[in-house]
């Protein structure tokens, strides 16, 4: 349905090139977490701002340079009361259970320098080295739920969900926005006029998994929502409510914990 409506329109307004000459009302700030869409909202956002002729900036607040249009944080560690200019922002947030398998499988091959590095707490073995050393799917995926599975959720438990300059969105609404719904209501919340919304709508199909663009990597293995019924057993399940006993109902997911009975 997008493909076709965005095919009707200028060729001006599907490049983007020349066509946004306001100033954007507020900074834009996209926090992530880790395994919850990063690489993607990256892509997107960076898409979007090549276009525009923005200024983009992924990493840590305290090297954010002066002159930015869009700052990406890929642990959503923002410092708000830093920030001088009105700021508007979108916070992406995943299923955690979810989150514990996709970083079962993405921690086993990935070459992100931090797998590779020995861990005290490890008694000196790499995540991937440890991650690796178990024999079973089922130990690998405790040891993930207990670690990095952990120190993400716990993360995600620590944002602010009161703060209403910040739109929170979950990932599994956003890998089924086939017709682009809820990427329009991110657009236009961030502030970008409506002469420019189908740029931003063009670079999120784009670069969205339902394109048929892109393609699988240690990155992008799946996607798909509740993964975790193919994984979990009793064993997880009543450990996970141990670490994290009402998490899914904070971040609204499960009504209650009974899901693991």
């Known amino acids: 349905m997008f493909k076709k409506w965005f095919s009707?329109?200028?060729?001006?307004?599907?490049?983007?090139?020349?066509?946004?000459?306001?100033?954007?009302?507020?900074?834009?700030?996209?926090?992530?977490h880790h395994k919850t869409?990063?690489?993607?909202?990256?892509?997107?956002?960076?898409?979007?701002?090549?276009?525009?002729?923005?200024h983009f900036f992924a990493g840590?607040?305290?090297?954010?340079?002066?002159?930015f249009d869009v700052f990406m944080q890929n642990h959503s560690r923002f410092m708000p009361e830093k920030f001088s200019d009105s700021i508007r922002g979108v916070h992406i947030i995943r299923d955690p259970r979810d989150r514990i398998v996709s970083g079962m499988y993405y921690h086993q091959k990935s070459k992100?320098?931090?797998?590779?590095?020995?861990?005290?707490?490890?008694?000196?073995?790499?995540?991937?080295?440890?991650?690796?050393?178990?024999?079973?799917?089922?130990e690998q995926l405790m040891f993930e739920m207990e670690h990095s599975g952990r120190w993400g959720i716990n993360?995600?438990?620590?944002?602010?969900?009161s703060d209403g300059r910040f739109m929170n969105v979950k990932y599994e609404e956003l890998i089924i926005d086939h017709d682009l719904r809820?990427?329009?209501?991110?657009?236009?919340?961030?502030?970008?006029?409506?002469?420019?919304?189908?740029t931003c709508l063009d670079c999120a199909y784009?670069?969205?998994?339902?394109?048929?663009?892109?393609?699988?990597?240690?990155?992008?293995r799946s996607g798909k929502?509740?993964?975790?019924?193919?994984?979990?057993?009793?064993?997880?399940?009543?450990?996970?409510?141990?670490?994290?006993?009402?998490?899914?109902?904070?971040?609204?997911?499960e009504e209650n914990d009974l899901w693991a009975e």
């Open 225 to 253: 929502s509740s993964q975790w019924k193919n994984h979990f057993n009793s064993d997880h399940k009543q450990r996970f409510v141990e670490l994290f006993g009402g998490a899914l109902v904070k971040l609204g997911y």
């Open 112 to 138: 992100e320098s931090w797998l590779h590095k020995p861990m005290k707490v490890l008694g000196g073995a790499t995540y991937q080295e440890k991650i690796n050393s178990f024999g079973t799917m089922e």
């Open 8 to 32: 009707r329109l200028p060729a001006q307004q599907q490049t983007g090139a020349g066509s946004f000459s306001e100033k954007l009302p507020h900074k834009i700030l996209v926090g992530s």
């Open 182 to 198: 809820m990427f329009h209501e991110i657009f236009t919340f961030l502030g970008f006029p409506g002469s420019v919304i189908p």
């Open 37 to 54: 869409g990063t690489v993607w909202m990256r892509n997107v956002f960076s898409c979007v701002c090549e276009r525009l002729r923005l």
């Open 60 to 67: 840590e607040q305290e090297k954010l340079p002066r002159k």
């Open 206 to 220: 784009k670069n969205s998994l339902f394109s048929g663009n892109i393609e699988k990597s240690v990155h992008v």
């Open 155 to 161: 993360e995600m438990l620590s944002w602010d969900y």
